[in-house]
């Protein structure tokens, strides 16, 4: 049975005949040792001394997917893996690990590649992030950089060394940028001002660092990292209590108000540690610049990363839609509540000025000692020593009035009735 497979190295399309175990990509040629999984055999138990394809096996959304490629030392075992405590929040939702143990257990190289991140204010809402972040005395599992406050590389270089928990840290030699790696930080630089940034600065250091282990050991230890400090002007759209008229004045109102700030930005691009025993370390050393000399993101990786960002711009948007949907249900709220309020106040309004007419009304008649009656045609008036008071239907001028009880007047004739000074 014929399957489609995506070549690892040129990421195209190609057949693969389950009855065959060597399948050939028909684009580029590369050539692959196929199991029944359907998936091709990328990564050699330990290092051939050459470059291979490293993937994340344990991680189900990118298993087998090869996502960079590196010189692997000879006989040296590896684990490839992605690091899930890295708080990325901009563009490198996948951040990929890389451990290399030397054969005799005398040296390890760990590679944790690009992370992004944004400065964030201290807030409830953002404490458990900067716990977690800035604990400095756990293993090297968390972030070392912090979201709060920047670290540059040299800074940074030192968390790492720190990490390794040797007594009697102490630094040996520095390397400062030479002029290949000036010329990639320009370009770097004018990668990220082309995105919008506004300013940006680079900073690169490697590290030698010397101390002893528990037991007594001689170790020693290098850090390498380029930081990327970065800053940019973006619209921030937030919900705040703005004043808003009412029948009862102002009133506060929650709206969303837009506004320009500053927004402060780190990109740690990779970062390297060694530790190996100190007649070991210029060994180890070798191989770790060939390691950074090879090394390399396929295409698979901006597969990878593109669909992560995806999902969460999915669920960015679902949630904007649903405060948005909060926002105008509590604005319609208090709308309907405003006017409802309005109108009761406006019928108190006129409830009382026809009681102030009503009463003003009683207070002439009784000046004038009249009753007011509610004729065709208008209001009336008659003495009140009449109990009665009645109007012609065929010649509405014509009234008649008595005391007493009242009388039949015949059929041209309708009682009015008093209104009480309402009119």
């Not at 138990?45 to 344990?58: K, M």
């Not at 402060?264 to 691009?269: A, E, V, Y």
């Amino acid at each position: 049975m014929a399957k489609k497979i995506r070549c690892p190295k040129c990421n195209s399309i190609f057949i693969w005949n389950e009855t065959n175990s060597i399948s050939q990509c028909q684009n580029c040629g590369t050539k692959y040792r196929m199991r029944q999984t359907s998936k091709p055999v990328l990564m050699p138990s330990v290092g051939r001394g050459q470059t291979d394809y490293l993937t994340v096996p344990n991680e189900s959304i990118i298993a087998n997917m090869p996502l960079i490629k590196t010189y692997i030392p000879q006989n040296w075992s590896y684990q490839c893996r992605t690091v899930s405590d890295r708080f990325d929040m901009v563009s490198n939702p996948i951040v990929i690990s890389v451990a290399f143990l030397s054969p005799d257990r005398s040296a390890k190289i760990v590679f944790t590649g690009e992370s992004f991140y944004k400065h964030i204010d201290f807030t409830p809402q953002t404490a458990h992030l900067q716990n977690r972040l800035e604990d400095m005395t756990v293993s090297r599992s968390p972030s070392f950089l912090r979201l709060k406050s920047f670290m540059n590389a040299s800074e940074y270089c030192n968390a790492l060394a720190q990490s390794c928990n040797l007594n009697s840290l102490s630094v040996i030699n520095q390397k400062n940028p030479d002029n290949a790696e000036l010329q990639r930080q320009e370009t770097i630089i004018q990668n990220f001002l082309s995105k919008g940034f506004m300013n940006a600065q680079a900073d690169w250091v490697g590290k030698t660092y010397s101390g002893t282990s528990p037991n007594g050991s001689n170790l020693k230890i290098y850090a390498e990292t380029r930081v990327i400090q970065l800053s940019k002007i973006s619209n921030v759209s937030s919900l705040q209590m703005q004043p808003a008229p009412s029948v009862f004045g102002v009133r506060m109102v929650p709206q969303m108000v837009n506004r320009q700030i500053q927004e402060f930005f780190w990109d740690t691009q990779y970062e390297f540690t060694l530790l190996a025993v100190a007649s070991k370390f210029d060994y180890a050393y070798s191989e770790l610049q060939h390691i950074i000399k090879t090394l390399d993101y396929l295409p698979g990786m901006q597969q990878a990363r593109a669909n992560a960002l995806s999902l969460a711009a999915n669920v960015q948007m679902n949630i904007a839609g649903n405060q948005a949907a909060s926002l105008d249900r509590q604005s319609k709220i208090i709308a309907d509540t405003n006017a409802y309020t309005s109108n009761i106040q406006h019928q108190m309004f006129a409830d009382n000025a026809a009681s102030h007419n009503r009463t003003a009304n009683r207070y002439s008649e009784m000046i004038n000692e009249v009753n007011t009656y509610n004729a065709n045609g208008g209001v009336v008036q008659a003495s009140t020593n009449y109990d009665h008071v009645y109007q012609n239907t065929r010649y509405p001028d014509i009234y008649a009035a008595q005391q007493g009880n009242s009388l039949e007047f015949g059929v041209d004739f309708v009682e009015l009735e008093c209104n009480d000074g309402n009119y």
